[in-house]
Every structure is written in structure tokens, then in C-alpha cells.
């Protein structure tokens, strides 16, 4: 009988481990938004993937659930100190990433201001490997 309990609970149940979400995807195209016909898979999946949740702006699209996506939009044009945007964008980078299973730790974050833009350049710790990335502000 399964649920004795004469019966161990070592026996009583199997633990399932979840597996990881596939990676393979459509490539996109990100100056024309369009879908490319090219699969991409592994390290460029994820490189894309990261991209894709930091240009998409949380909450605007109905189709994303609330945990997707990034808040940077709403640090733009703010007046805060510098030091102040720099750990805010550091903050909402790593809680957009972070939602994704494939993403381990976002680290090593270097914020370069040239006039009126950011270069944000951090490290991404994934399951396909290290993925150095750059975004403009």
C-alpha cells in the first residue's frame, strides 16, 4: 500500500527535481523588431534573453506577467543623486534578471556617464556559462 505508515518516509514518496526551461527560441532582430528565422539556443538564447527583459519596461505589456521586465524607465529623468541612480539601477537590473531560472547572480556593475547617457556593463552568472553585458541608457 503507498501511504502505509509502517512504510518509511523514504519510501512513501519520490522527490522530482524540476528541470530547467529550454532555451531554444526564435533570434531577434533588435534595431528592426522583427523575428528572425534563425533558432538560437545555449549562452546567445540567454544573452538574448537578458537584452529582451531590460528593454521591455514592467507592467506596460498586458501580455507579460507583472514580474517581467525592467523599471528603468522610471529612474529617467529623476532628481536623484548620483549615487543614489547608480545602486537604483543596479537594483531593478538584478530583479529583472533574476526572475529568469536560467540566471544564477548579476554582478560586477560598472555605470560610465557620457553627457547625457549611462553605459550600465555587468556580469551575468547563468547556467550556460559567464555573459558579459552592456546597456545604454
Not at 518509511?8 to 527535481?17: D, I, L, Y
Not at 522583427?34 to 538564447?45: C, L
Not at 531590460?54 to 543623486?81: F, H, K, M, P, V
Amino acid at each position: 500500500m503507498g501511504l502505509s505508515p509502517l512504510r518509511g518516509q523514504e519510501e512513501r514518496f519520490v522527490e522530482v527535481k524540476p528541470t530547467p526551461s529550454a532555451s531554444r527560441t526564435y533570434s531577434l532582430d533588435f534595431k528592426s523588431g522583427e523575428v528572425g528565422e534563425r533558432m538560437i539556443d545555449g549562452k546567445e538564447a540567454v544573452s538574448q534573453s537578458i537584452r529582451k527583459a531590460i528593454q521591455t519596461a514592467r507592467y506596460r505589456y498586458l501580455i507579460y506577467n507583472g514580474q517581467y521586465g525592467c523599471e528603468l524607465e522610471s529612474l529617467l529623468g529623476q532628481d536623484i543623486s548620483q549615487q543614489l541612480l547608480k545602486s537604483e539601477i543596479t537594483r531593478v537590473i538584478t530583479e529583472a534578471l533574476l526572475e529568469d531560472d536560467r540566471i544564477q547572480e548579476v554582478r560586477n556593475f560598472q555605470i560610465v556617464r557620457d553627457s547625457d547617457k549611462l553605459f550600465v556593463t555587468f556580469t551575468v552568472l547563468t547556467s550556460e556559462g559567464v555573459i558579459e553585458q552592456e546597456v545604454s541608457i
